[in-house]
């Protein structure tokens, strides 16, 4: 029997704590994948009996991962079941009938089923209000340094794609937010040096980690504008000639 889910735990360390307990049943040490986690989430695999010890394979309650070295309040400690993917009961025809193997048998199902659904909840999935069955979720190529998954043209697939290509679909609002956009450039950095060109020394626009543009271009002197630039959702742009602070933003 099986009542504990899910497959997986984390722990904060602190520097000194080295006894992490396992939540959930494993049948053998070499099931457990220990990792230790930095603050910007890289994960790295520990090694047993290198870098930790294992007690408790068996029990229903769990058991505990013990560290040689405490991991850091720097660390997260993550313990996830990998069972393996075997099954050895061999049962025979009109042969006498073990309880505990049979039980044994579907409790590995139980935690291989576990783990699957775990490792499912935590992706990306598509809503079945909106799966229409013509949408194919597989990544088409091979994966890419550098390159990012988008929804293609055609909304029948995922394509990987470089940032530029991404920026080259990319639009801006014009003055009144409304939705006559206005294609950017192909390059961002053919964007940033055609505003920087205006007007030498001028702060540059910073990006987040999400390519959201969160600063703002500070000009000095006299620009000319061919296109209104939006601020915000619905603010206006600079006039033609004017100086100030130019803010714009872009969608994708």
Not at 190 to 199: G, R, Y
Request: hydrophobic share 45%; glycine share 10%.
């Amino acid at each position: 029997m099986l009542t504990t889910t899910p497959p997986h735990v984390t722990y904060a360390g602190n520097g000194s704590l080295i006894a992490f307990s396992v939540t959930f049943k494993f049948v053998a040490n070499a099931e457990l994948d220990v990792y230790l986690a930095t603050a910007a989430g890289v994960l790295t695999l520990q090694t047993i009996t290198t870098h930790y010890t294992v007690s408790g394979a068996g029990n229903a309650a769990g058991g505990t991962v013990t560290f040689i070295v405490a991991p850091t309040a720097a660390q997260r400690v993550l313990i996830i079941r990998d069972s393996t993917r075997t099954q050895l009961i061999d049962l025979r025809n009109q042969g006498p009938w073990n309880a505990t193997n049979s039980e044994a048998a579907i409790d590995r199902l139980t935690r291989l089923a576990q783990e699957i659904g775990d490792i499912a909840e935590r992706g990306v999935r598509i809503s079945p209000l909106d799966d229409t069955g013509a949408f194919a979720t597989q990544i088409v190529g091979p994966p890419t340094a550098l390159y990012v998954p988008r929804v293609n043209a055609a909304a029948t697939g995922f394509e990987l794609v470089t940032s530029s290509d991404i920026l080259s679909s990319a639009v801006i609002l014009d003055g009144l937010g409304t939705a006559n956009f206005i294609p950017l450039w192909t390059d961002p950095n053919t964007l940033a040096n055609s505003m920087m060109s205006q007007n030498a020394g001028a702060t540059i626009l910073t990006l987040t980690g999400n390519g959201v543009v969160t600063g703002t271009l500070a000009v000095t002197g006299a620009v000319t504008l061919t296109v209104p630039l939006a601020v915000g959702s619905g603010g206006t742009g600079l006039a033609s000639g004017t100086s100030g602070e130019l803010p714009f933003i872009s969608a994708w």
